[in-house]
């Protein structure tokens, strides 16, 4: 009996997304069928290119059809991704699918190096990515990625007057800080409203082009910053970053529990527990858990979200982000740091996994509107 579309169509509406719970048809994540005697081709289109699950979608997919088409089927399955949104059309930031903000409640826990990281590995997944180093007193970002001394180029659009800068691009990712425009020796010392105005300059005035991710460098705390944010662009979600710590933990869970204001209301997409064990260079299987076990692992299930990812505490991830290329990229190969790099690489798997979730199952995301009341 020949094999037909319809047949193929109708095997392929058996295939569930493992996140999403409905099959593929449904999700219209299925393109290009096309049948030739016993050859079966098809387009499963992933709702982001770091997809952890897209083998499994593929085999799921062959076996459908070796179960219910023709056993003796030759099959090729093409994989490619289109990254979903829930935002609005319109608006800030039209071209940007999703914004992420990485948050942390206190200083030290490693934050802006996470954020490096996952930025340059779901920029190697094959995402445009662009990144805001929006911690306006402590900036960080122009270091890790090697580009201390590079200046954004302003140009101006003729047919509407707009002023724009040009973010730096490194290591795949668009990048704009507050330390490309003041000197790396100065202080930055601003009230709430100038580095609130700061960060709506680097939102609205800088030219980023289409992107599938904005992350946004959180500084530490609660303060002025955040709600700017969420008064400007209507954010897909927040990644809280912490260490194993007592008080980290608790910082963190404030960090949290602002997002998760009824007036505020931002998806928390889940908790990255950074520093969650010590291993030494020359003992790599060895864990030592210096500042507790576990820290990160009960805030996210006291919350009620995933946790996205534990980060070891080695010495090469603080000599890659100083020497200017993030561990994820894995500069000296070596078996420790080619470890650590997958790491990251799963955390970005894992983030992407969830705004993908999120974008399905929770509704479009708005502007924030905070009313004050006398």
């Keep these: ?3 037909t579309e319809a047949a193929v169509w109708q095997a392929l509406s058996y295939v569930e997304e493992p996140d999403l719970k409905q099959d593929l048809v449904t999700l219209k994540m299925v393109e290009d069928v096309r049948v030739d005697g016993r050859r079966v081709s098809f387009t499963v289109v992933l709702t982001t290119p770091a997809c952890p699950l897209k083998d499994l979608i593929r085999t799921a997919c062959e076996r459908a059809i070796h179960t219910m088409v023709d056993k003796e089927a030759e099959v090729t399955v093409n994989m490619t991704s289109r990254v979903t949104t829930a935002r609005q059309q319109g608006g800030v930031l039209p071209k940007v699918k999703n914004i992420i903000a990485v948050a942390s409640g206190k200083g030290g826990v490693g934050k802006s190096t996470v954020t490096a990281n996952l930025a340059i590995a779901l920029a190697r997944s094959g995402a445009r990515v662009g990144l805001v180093d929006a911690d306006i007193s402590g900036p960080s970002m122009p270091v890790m990625f090697g580009v201390e001394t590079a200046q954004p180029r302003m140009y101006k659009d003729e047919s509407t007057g707009q002023t724009w800068i040009q973010p730096i691009a490194a290591h795949g990712v ?17 009230r709430g409203p100038m580095a609130s105005s700061a960060l709506k300059q680097f939102i609205t005035q800088v030219d980023w082009g289409e ?3 904005l992350l946004i460098d959180m500084p530490p705390g ?10 400007t662009v209507p954010v897909t979600g927040v990644v809280i970053v912490t260490t194993p710590q007592k008080v980290a933990l608790a910082d963190a869970q404030k960090g949290l529990a602002m997002f998760r204001q009824p007036q505020i209301n931002v998806p928390v997409l889940g908790v990255v527990e950074n520093m969650a064990w010590f291993t030494p260079a020359e003992l790599p299987q060895n864990r030592y858990y210096l500042f507790g076990e576990g820290g990160g692992a009960r805030l996210a299930e006291a919350a009620g979200v995933p946790l996205l990812g534990q980060i070891p ?20 190969a070596s078996e420790t740091q080619s470890t650590t790099a997958a790491v990251f690489t799963a955390l970005a798997e894992e983030v992407a996994r969830q705004v993908s979730i999120r974008n399905v199952e929770m509704a479009s995301t708005r502007i924030v509107e905070i009313t004050r009341t006398a």
């Design 174 to 190: 668009k990048l704009i800080s507050i330390g490309f425009l003041t000197p790396a020796e100065h202080a930055v010392v601003w």
């Design 313 to 332: 505490l080695v010495q090469s991830i603080r000599e890659a982000g100083d020497q200017g290329r993030p561990e994820v990229l894995g500069a000296n």
């Design 211 to 213: 992107l599938d991710y």
């Design 1 to 3: 009996m020949p094999i």
């Design 222 to 231: 609660t303060g002025d910053i955040h709600l700017t944010l969420v008064q």
